[in-house]
């Protein structure tokens, strides 16, 4: 009879290594191979169903703590594009569903927060870490950015404030990366780095563009607080433009960056 640590082969080909106990599985910790499947692997809980009628086998689910770990990743059911190469957290009765999983991508991004009811999905709050460098910190909804949350772009560019269905809208505040430029100033004999902090712009968005009221701060000083649509200034507003040596202010219809002079 076996008992104890024990590993035993299926006609399908699946391998399971764990505990056993008067010659049947035990619940518990344990790890399948499943060659079927081209040989994904999970590491972790198990419970045991006991069938009611006699002669049939009892079946076995994840349960409890597991990772499991896809031989060439799992096509998930909803909208993410990428296929999951691994899953680190709780499962209940075979399914995926944990307050703080980690989830590894074929591509090489991770995310670290709320599974949801085994969808496959992101739901809550989450920490997304993508393959090109961006960090996205906030709330999701059925697989997207959704809510509250700040996103740390690859480039450098920081945005904080409300997102909807995977892009910025409501309110927020979007500042680019300052830059390092080489200049030559008159009378040196070589280029020095010179700074140019990034624009600032805090208001309304809309699908991933400004549209509403908002304010631009530009790196070069000039603030813009008016009305934007589609991404660029239009209808009422003022213009302060910075320039130290001849200040003016400019308050108006736009179109574009064009003055609508009436």
Not at 84 to 96: H, R, T, V
Not at 100 to 107: D, F, S, T
Not at 159 to 168: C, L, P, T, V
Not at 212 to 239: F, K, L, Q
Request: aromatic content about 12%; some cysteine.
């Amino acid at each position: 009879v076996r008992c104890g640590q024990g590993s035993h082969k299926y006609i399908s080909g699946d391998v399971f290594t764990g505990m056993w106990a008067e010659g049947i599985r035990s619940d518990g910790p344990g790890r399948v191979v499943y060659k079927r499947a081209g040989g994904d692997e999970y590491t972790g809980y198990f419970a045991c169903h006991q069938a009611t009628v006699t002669g049939i086998p009892a079946t076995y689910v994840r349960h409890g703590q597991g990772k499991m770990v896809w031989a060439d990743g799992l096509t998930p059911m909803l909208s993410r594009e990428e296929n999951l190469k691994s899953y680190e957290g709780a499962w209940n009765e075979d399914q995926m569903e944990c307050e703080q999983a980690v989830c590894i991508y074929l591509n090489g991004d991770k995310f670290t927060g709320c599974f949801a009811n085994d969808r496959r999905v992101r739901k809550g709050k989450g920490v997304m870490e993508y393959a090109d460098g961006a960090v996205y910190d906030g709330a999701f909804e059925f697989d997207k950015r959704h809510g509250p949350g700040c996103m740390k772009y690859a480039n450098g560019d920081i945005y904080e404030g409300d997102w909807r269905n995977g892009k910025r809208n409501g309110q927020g505040k979007h500042v680019d990366h300052s830059i390092i430029r080489k200049t030559h100033p008159v009378g040196t004999i070589s280029n020095i780095d010179v700074t140019v902090t990034g624009d600032e712009y805090v208001g309304c968005w809309r699908d991933d563009k400004r549209f509403g009221i908002g304010c631009m701060t530009y790196g070069n000083g000039d603030v813009y607080d008016g009305r934007w649509d589609d991404d660029e200034r239009a209808g009422r507003g003022t213009m302060t433009y910075g320039n130290e040596n001849n200040e003016y202010i400019y308050d108006g219809e736009w179109v574009g960056v064009i003055m609508a002079y009436a």
